[in-house]
């Protein structure tokens, strides 16, 4: 029984290891027309993963705890205030950071050692059609840069923040450093991710077009807000526009939308990854039950949108809120709510709850 993937992401090897721990064959179809550049030693790429998350990845030997980075503390900010208005502790951790680029290598090199799967080239000259041809039980495709997506995937759910996610990566001094902050300023919001005891990774999503342009005042917001560390350096900043995307459809007879074509999200709560991540382990399990009756994998797919479907669209909707109460509020300066926040922060029952959405994507 063999399972195609169509692109080559963080996603799909994701997707390859838990298939492969299935006993499960994998022909990954990589349609980049240009070679994949060598990782860089850059890491302002990062994810954030929840506690929920990384128990999954350690289920599916795919990631473990302590190649990670934890958080022990959140605190969250309302501009340029000195008092967090909200924040969540943990002696054990409330989330874990790890770099893009070691996961990905790490997951790739892990696939590459097993006989279940085999990866092709677009210059095998097969196309789409011969894809569909061939007797796959499932195609999964997380790449929307393809037919199979722009045929049966093309009606979408889509917001255009107008906005633009810079990132990248301070150096500062040797400290225990597991608290993450998040500023809601009147640009957007900053995050400061901690990833090691002398780096932090920095997420800035920024509205104001005058901004996106000018380098240097990023650079002097990101240095204004910082409170924690003493500087040493400053990566390169990385840009990448922002928008929403919820497809109406999760399938179409075997082929399935996955990972970011699925779903986009604002990236102020870092959760884009860990809803997929929501998503595998849903599928895992339906795949796993098919497989243990001795069923083929056809009727996966309905099943598995039914379960995902509106969980995901009141996930995204509810980090959509998020962005736009908090840039509502800096806009209009609405002292007003800072009542209403020092009432949730006293309230463990209401913590209790977010800090579940968080984790595992549901407030019950």
């Excluded at 059609?129 to 759910?157: P, R, V």
């Excluded at 780096?199 to 901004?211: A, C, P, R």
Aim: hydrophobic letters at 40%; one cysteine or more.
């Amino acid at each position: 029984m063999t399972i195609c993937l169509i692109g080559k992401n963080l996603t799909t090897l994701m997707l390859t290891k838990i298939f492969i721990n299935e006993g499960l064959r994998v022909d990954l179809y990589d349609f980049n027309n240009k070679k994949h550049k060598k990782l860089s030693n850059t890491i302002s790429r990062t994810i954030g993963l929840s506690n929920d998350s990384i128990n999954f990845l350690e289920s599916q030997k795919i990631l473990y705890k302590k190649n990670c980075w934890d958080i022990k503390q959140i605190n969250l900010y309302k501009g340029a205030s000195l008092k967090s208005f909200l924040n969540f502790k943990s002696e054990k951790r409330c989330f874990f950071m790890t770099s893009y680029n070691n996961f990905y290598k790490l997951l790739d090199d892990k696939v590459k050692k097993s006989k279940l799967f085999k990866i092709k080239k677009k210059n095998q000259r097969i196309s789409f059609s011969d894809i569909a041809k061939k007797n796959y039980e499932l195609i999964i495709t997380a790449d929307t840069n393809n037919l199979f997506f722009k045929k049966y995937f093309s009606k979408q759910i889509k917001k255009n923040y107008k906005s633009q996610a810079i990132t990248t990566t301070i150096s500062h001094q040797n400290l225990k450093n597991n608290i993450a902050e998040q500023y809601f300023t009147e640009f957007g919001p900053l995050a400061f991710l901690p990833i090691s005891s002398t780096q932090t990774s920095i997420v800035f999503s920024v509205f104001d077009k005058d901004l996106i342009k000018d380098k240097d005042k990023i650079i002097k917001l990101i240095e204004r807000y910082n409170r924690l560390y003493d500087i040493k350096n400053i990566d390169i900043l990385k840009k990448f526009p922002i928008n929403l995307s919820l497809s109406r459809n999760y399938f179409y007879k075997n082929i399935l939308l996955f990972g970011d074509a699925l779903h986009k999200i604002h990236p102020l709560a870092g959760q884009g990854f860990n809803m997929t991540l929501r998503d595998a382990k849903i599928l895992s399990d339906l795949i796993k039950k098919n497989l243990d009756l001795g069923l083929s994998l056809n009727t996966v797919l309905k099943k598995f949108e039914v379960e995902r479907k509106n969980s995901n669209y009141i996930f995204a909707m509810g980090i959509d809120f998020i962005h736009e109460f908090f840039k509502l509020i800096n806009k209009y300066d609405m002292k007003s709510v800072d009542h209403f926040f020092k009432f949730i922060n006293k309230n463990l029952f209401i913590k209790n709850k977010i800090e579940n959405f968080a984790n595992k994507g549901f407030i019950l």
